[in-house]
C-alpha cells in the first residue's frame, strides 16, 4: 500500500480562488501520458479509497489526480455544487499546468457518490473527458432522498443538510436537488463523450443505491428505441433478476465472478448490471479505458480478468 502523504498536492479552483487538496501522481518520463481523474465515494473524501487507482496507473504510466471536491455529500458546498464542478475541471488544468498530457485520452472514474459525481460532469463538462466509467451512480438526487428516506438509510439527512431542507416538502430544495442532480443535464450530453455504466442487481437491497438511478440515466443517453421501459426497470429493482428477454448472452472476463447479466449499447453510452451490489470494479474501467481514443468510435471492450478487483462500496 503506498502512502498517501507523498502524493498530497493543492490546486487552484477556479471559481472561488481557493487551493484545494488532491493525491496526484506523475507518470514517469516526458512524454504526453493520459490522465485518470478518479473520484472518492459519497461519505469519504481526498484521503481514502487511493491505491487502486494508483496501482493500475502505476502498471500503465497514467497520470493520476484524486480530488477532495469539497468532501464528503453532506454540506451545501458538496454534493455537486457549482464549486465542485469547478474543482473537478481545474483540477484537470493544474495537471496540464505541470506535465505533459495525452489530450486524447483523458478519464473519469468513480463509484456511488463519485458514480455521481462522474455522471454530473459527463455532462457538466463533457468537452474535457474521453471517456466516463461511472459505477453504482446517484443520478436523480431528489429521488434518491425519497429512496433513503423509506428505506431509513442516513443518507437522506446528508442530502437535506446540503440542499437546505427536504426536497420532497420544500421548493426551494427541490430546486437544489435538481441543480445538482446529473438527470438535470445528461439528455443535453448524448453522444459527446464515451460513458459506461455499471452497477449490481442487488444495489438498493444489500446496497445503498437501487439500480433504477443506472437506468435512469442511461434513458437520458440513449436513443428512444434502446431505452429501458417503466415496467422492465421496475421489475429488475423488485425482483433483483432479470427478464428473459434482456439476459445477456455471452461473457466478459473482465468481471471475473461478478458475472454481466444484462448489457446495452446506444450511440456513445453502455450499461452492464452484474451478479454483485453496490460494487465499482476497478478492472473493467482500466480495461475500458485503455481502448477509448478521444475522436474515434467507442471500444466496447472491459479488458482481462488479471486487472479485475472490486470494492464493495458501502457509503
Same mark, same amino acid.
Given at each position: 500500500?503506498?502512502?498517501?502523504?507523498?502524493?498530497? %498536492?493543492?490546486?487552484?479552483?477556479?471559481?472561488?480562488?481557493?487551493?484545494?487538496?488532491?493525491?496526484?501522481?506523475?507518470?514517469?518520463?516526458?512524454?504526453?501520458?493520459?490522465?485518470?481523474?478518479?473520484?472518492?465515494?459519497?461519505?469519504?473524501?481526498?484521503?481514502?479509497?487511493?491505491?487502486?487507482?494508483?496501482?493500475?496507473?502505476?502498471?500503465?504510466?497514467?497520470?493520476?489526480?484524486?480530488?477532495?471536491?469539497?468532501?464528503?455529500?453532506?454540506?451545501?458546498?458538496?454534493?455537486?455544487?457549482?464549486?465542485?464542478?469547478?474543482?473537478?475541471?481545474?483540477?484537470?488544468?493544474?495537471?496540464?499546468?505541470?506535465?505533459?498530457?495525452?489530450?486524447?485520452?483523458?478519464?473519469?472514474?468513480?463509484?456511488?457518490?463519485?458514480?455521481?459525481?462522474?455522471?454530473?460532469?459527463?455532462?457538466?463538462?463533457?468537452?474535457?473527458?474521453?471517456?466516463?466509467?461511472?459505477?453504482?451512480?446517484?443520478?436523480?438526487?431528489?429521488?434518491?432522498?425519497?429512496?433513503?428516506?423509506?428505506?431509513?438509510?442516513?443518507?437522506?439527512?446528508? %442530502?437535506?443538510?446540503?440542499?437546505?431542507? !427536504?426536497?420532497?416538502?420544500?421548493?426551494?430544495?427541490?430546486?437544489?436537488?435538481?441543480?445538482?442532480?446529473?438527470?438535470?443535464?445528461?439528455?443535453?450530453?448524448?453522444?459527446?463523450?464515451?460513458?459506461? %455504466?455499471?452497477?449490481?442487481?442487488?444495489?438498493?437491497?444489500?446496497?445503498?443505491?437501487?439500480?433504477?438511478?443506472?437506468?435512469?440515466?442511461?434513458?437520458?443517453?440513449?436513443?428512444?428505441?434502446?431505452?429501458?421501459?417503466?415496467?422492465? %426497470? !421496475?421489475?429488475?429493482?423488485?425482483?433483483?433478476?432479470?427478464?428473459?428477454?434482456?439476459?445477456?448472452?455471452?461473457?466478459?472476463?473482465?468481471?471475473?465472478?461478478?458475472?454481466?447479466?444484462?448489457?446495452?449499447?446506444?450511440?456513445?453510452?453502455?450499461?452492464?448490471?452484474?451478479?454483485?451490489?453496490?460494487?465499482?470494479?476497478?478492472?473493467?474501467?482500466?480495461?475500458?479505458?485503455?481502448?477509448?481514443?478521444?475522436?474515434?468510435?467507442?471500444?466496447? !471492450?472491459?479488458?482481462?480478468?488479471?486487472?479485475?478487483?472490486? !470494492?464493495?462500496?458501502?457509503?
Amino acid at each position: 500500500m503506498e502512502q498517501q502523504d507523498q502524493y498530497k %498536492i493543492e490546486f487552484l479552483s477556479e471559481i472561488d480562488q481557493t487551493m484545494q487538496p488532491a493525491c496526484f501522481y506523475k507518470a514517469e518520463g516526458d512524454d504526453p501520458r493520459p490522465l485518470v481523474v478518479a473520484l472518492h465515494t459519497w461519505s469519504f473524501g481526498w484521503d481514502s479509497c487511493w491505491n487502486d487507482y494508483l496501482l493500475r496507473c502505476q502498471r500503465r504510466n497514467w497520470h493520476l489526480i484524486y480530488p477532495h471536491f469539497r468532501g464528503p455529500n453532506w454540506t451545501p458546498e458538496a454534493l455537486g455544487s457549482d464549486l465542485v464542478v469547478s474543482d473537478l475541471k481545474s483540477c484537470v488544468d493544474y495537471v496540464k499546468s505541470v506535465c505533459k498530457v495525452d489530450m486524447d485520452r483523458i478519464y473519469l472514474v468513480g463509484g456511488s457518490g463519485g458514480g455521481h459525481a462522474s455522471l454530473l460532469l459527463a455532462a457538466r463538462a463533457s468537452a474535457i473527458w474521453t471517456a466516463v466509467s461511472s459505477w453504482c451512480p446517484i443520478s436523480d438526487v431528489g429521488k434518491w432522498h425519497q429512496q433513503c428516506f423509506e428505506k431509513q438509510r442516513h443518507y437522506w439527512k446528508h %442530502i437535506e443538510d446540503a440542499c437546505g431542507g !427536504n426536497p420532497a416538502t420544500d421548493a426551494k430544495a427541490a430546486a437544489e436537488a435538481a441543480s445538482r442532480s446529473p438527470v438535470t443535464y445528461l439528455a443535453d450530453a448524448k453522444n459527446k463523450t464515451i460513458i459506461d %455504466i455499471g452497477t449490481g442487481i442487488h444495489d438498493g437491497h444489500t446496497g445503498s443505491v437501487p439500480i433504477c438511478q443506472a437506468f435512469e440515466a442511461f434513458n437520458l443517453l440513449a436513443e428512444e428505441a434502446d431505452r429501458f421501459s417503466p415496467d422492465e %426497470i !421496475n421489475h429488475m429493482v423488485e425482483t433483483e433478476t432479470i427478464p428473459a428477454h434482456l439476459q445477456f448472452q455471452g461473457d466478459d472476463p473482465a468481471y471475473g465472478p461478478y458475472k454481466v447479466l444484462l448489457r446495452r449499447i446506444s450511440g456513445n453510452t453502455r450499461i452492464t448490471i452484474f451478479e454483485g451490489s453496490h460494487d465499482i470494479l476497478y478492472g473493467p474501467s482500466f480495461g475500458f479505458f485503455d481502448q477509448q481514443v478521444r475522436g474515434q468510435a467507442p471500444v466496447w !471492450n472491459s479488458g482481462d480478468v488479471y486487472d479485475s478487483g472490486n !470494492n464493495a462500496l458501502t457509503k
